[in-house]
């Protein structure tokens, strides 16, 4: 069975400093698909990123980064100059590939708070 | 705006009652997929549809169905509804078959009492 695991339930951070947000994966699977999701205060899920098991690049996009590491089935998410704007819960989630490829596993998510 | 709409924003419902949740999907996107969330449970993946075939499935519960009609939307109907069942009930769409980058709608609210 697959399990995603985000360790830190809720984290607080001042305005300015960064932040890493842990996710650790279970998975018999050789190929699999790794996400991030932010749900802000009003609720709604945005997809973040998206990665396959087989491109181990890390990927930044602004102040958002993400270090893939296979050998040790995390998936970390960093947050360079946090911002209150950041403010939200993250989650992060493993998809099989194959038959039941849309079938999602989701962490439990971490809270995160940015103070000014 | 994500582009996709789910409907009814909020529902109020007794026990035992039967409720549908209507989504419609981006324009050009195919997939449609349902999920949960709730406190005891967190986020959960509920059904895939992609082009009106059932795609995936996750932990569903035989109370639960769903369907995507040939328009390509999408409606969750869930019966003889428990307490536990009240949570926020989340749609997404993507284009390809593979869960690739997900829009969500706003979600819908149910509130079994």
């Known amino acids: 069975a697959q399990k995603v695991t985000q360790a830190q339930t809720e984290i607080s951070v001042v305005e300015k400093e960064d932040v890493t947000l842990d996710c650790v994966y279970e998975?018999?699977?050789?190929?699999?698909?790794l996400f991030w999701y932010k749900q802000p205060p009003s609720g709604e899920l945005v997809f973040l990123i998206r990665?396959?098991?087989?491109?181990?690049q890390n990927e930044i996009s602004g102040r958002y980064s993400w270090n893939f590491q296979k050998s040790t089935s995390s998936f970390n998410f960093t947050i360079t100059a946090s911002q209150v704007v950041d403010s939200a819960v993250y989650f992060c989630a493993l998809s099989e590939v194959g038959a039941n490829a849309g079938k999602s596993t989701f962490g439990d998510g971490t809270t995160l708070t940015v103070k000014p | 705006d994500s582009g996709v709409t789910q409907t009814p924003k909020h529902l109020i419902t007794a026990t035992g009652q039967r409720v549908t949740l209507r989504c419609s999907p981006r324009s050009g996107d195919l997939s449609v997929y349902w999920y949960q969330q709730s406190l005891d449970q967190g986020l959960q993946f509920l059904i895939q549809?992609?082009?009106?075939?059932?795609?995936a499935k996750g932990n569903i519960l035989e109370r639960f169905s769903a369907q995507q009609f040939p328009d390509l939307h999408s409606e969750l109907n869930l019966s003889s509804l428990e307490l536990g069942d009240s949570a926020l009930y989340f749609c997404a769409s993507s284009v390809d078959p593979l869960p690739t980058e997900q829009y969500f709608g706003p979600g819908t609210r149910l509130t079994v009492t």
């Open positions: 998975t018999r699977d050789t190929t699999y698909y």
């Open positions: 549809y992609y082009n009106g075939e059932e795609r």
């Open positions: 990665r396959n098991s087989f491109d181990e």
